[in-house]
Nanobody, 115 residues
Framework: QVQLVESGGGLVEAGGSLRLSCSGSGHIFGFNPMAWYRQAPGKQRELVASITTSDSNYADSVKGRFTISRDNIRNSVFLQMNNLKSEDTAVYYC??????????WGQGTQVIVAS
């Protein structure tokens, strides 16, 4: 069983920064991918960034502004968000995908960017 707990969301002005954290427990292995997704009101959940042992990928909308990182010793993944825009407002979810293809999700953390 895997549990993920996000933190770090909040209200920030446009142009500001936030750092999201996701702490995992249970059967988490460093060679499996972790990711951040987000879901804005009325929209589908979308991939923001993902990270493996050798690579990281970003949605075009956040490239150059967001950075994903990982601490495999602490089973944690982070999302540094800079130059935030109003369109970044969403609930952000941490994701872990096991080697059997099971997706695990956190409860989400709200990010609101005031323009």
């Amino acid at each position: 069983q895997v549990q993920l707990v996000e933190s770090g969301g909040g209200l920030v002005e446009a142009g500001g920064s936030l750092r999201l954290s996701c702490s995992g427990s249970g059967h988490i292995f460093g060679f499996n991918p972790m990711a951040w997704y987000r879901q804005a009101p009325g929209k589908q959940r979308e991939l923001v960034a993902s990270i493996t042992t050798s690579d990281s990928n970003y949605a075009d909308s956040v490239k150059g502004r967001f950075t994903i990182s990982r601490d495999n010793i602490r089973n944690s993944v982070f999302l540094q968000m800079n130059n935030l825009k109003s369109e970044d407002t969403a609930v952000y979810y941490c994701n872990y995908k096991s080697h059997t293809g099971i997706n695990y999700w956190g409860q989400g953390t709200q990010v609101i960017v005031a323009s």
